[in-house]
């Protein structure tokens, strides 16, 4: 695969426009595999951490591979043919278990909406991808709208009867208030101007409303280990990398009150980044059994249990943020 835009840019940091930086680490294109060499660095203003270079907007697609994961609902992408234990069933008992449990102790499972006495409820799912997660909402008690910029993504969505729109959408396409819930999920760490999104949302939600994002954690201790050869690194198409205190710090620079911060089950990052450490320092063999490992059944139970495991000591490379406007004290 080659690239079809060859054109690079150097940008000020998205939260507060400082043009000063220290890298943290260098890395390469590990999705598309294609050549380049990006840095990770990190704004001395607000400590927001962003690629540099990022491909020119127009170009930015070119990164993406034909099967990334979620802009297609009829094959699975690479990685996920590799990281199957969810995918096979093979631990529904453990996931059970593991979700009776959380309830128990008063923990919320990831993606929990909140209550909100209204029926049907407006929701908007930003970054909407190929519908997966609008596919799974009761069409009875939700009123759905996704929004996307890719239009391969989009017509698979359409193919499930889900309404649908194509970025770029203007700031009065929509009018004020227009939804109760907005949900974004692992969606700002791929744009350009991430701040002015969330002042779009922020637009369009209703005064009594909740917003609902995820990115991934930049301060989960395996990224300061792996570097560049971290599974959520994702160069150049991860343009920024958030830590829990600068997606609140942003959230709070759109008007939002951010009310929780959770972190989500997931032990994928960790195990695909050791994955990329055994590709790159050890012969393919030992990649290929640590590979069939995670295939099976064992595997399959030991992600399960480790991925929550990592969500209770907030290790788990997934950060999900609840938000409500600035000026409505109402919680969850």
Sequence with gaps: MSIQCNTFEFSPCPLCGSIDAIPKYTSRDLIAK?????????????????????????????????????YTNAKPSSEKRIYNSESQGHSHKLKAIFRATYRALGIYLPRTLPNIDRSPLRLLDYGCASGTYLNSLDRQKFRSTGVDFSSDALNEAKKLGLSVLPEPIHIDDFRPESFDIITSWMVLEHLYDPLYTLRKLHHWLAADGFIMISVPDFSAFHRSVFKGLSYDDQVPTHLIHFTPQTIVRMMNSAGFNVVEVRWQPNSRSLLMSIRNFLDAYFPAVVSQGYVLFLKSKIGGAFAYILGFALAIIRQSARIEVIANKANYTKSL
Aim: net charge positive; with cysteine; charged share 20%.
């Design 34 to 70: 294609l050549p380049g060499i990006y840095a990770v660095v990190r704004c001395t203003q607000c400590r927001l951490c962003r690629t540099q270079p990022r491909p020119l907007e127009n170009c930015i697609k070119n990164f993406y591979p034909p099967d990334y994961g979620p």
